[in-house]
């Protein structure tokens, strides 16, 4: 469920970022490039718009994957290790 949502976050600031560049005069300058050029700034556009349409492929790798994220071991570690603490006393 989390990569669910997670797909549409991920996207809107990717697309917010490649209008900001596209449209932007100094487009480059968003993103801290020192590089100048009109044909810069549609490459790093199209290098956004790649990444916008890779993001839901990565998520559902990530869903179907079938291992856990770090967050949710640690979670489950933090849990087992507290009912194993208190089973002793």
């Not at 869903?63 to 087992?80: C, E, K």
């Amino acid at each position: 469920m989390a990569a669910a949502l997670g797909v549409q976050v991920a996207q809107a600031f990717v697309l917010a970022t490649a209008v900001r560049v596209f449209f932007s005069p100094d487009g480059r300058g968003v993103l801290g490039l020192g590089a100048s050029g009109s044909l810069i700034d549609l490459l790093v556009v199209l290098c956004l718009l790649w990444l916008l349409v890779k993001i839901p492929f990565w998520a559902k790798d990530l869903a179907f994957s079938g291992r856990q994220p770090a967050g949710v071991q640690a979670a489950r570690t933090y849990i087992v290790a507290r009912a194993g603490k208190a089973a002793l006393t």
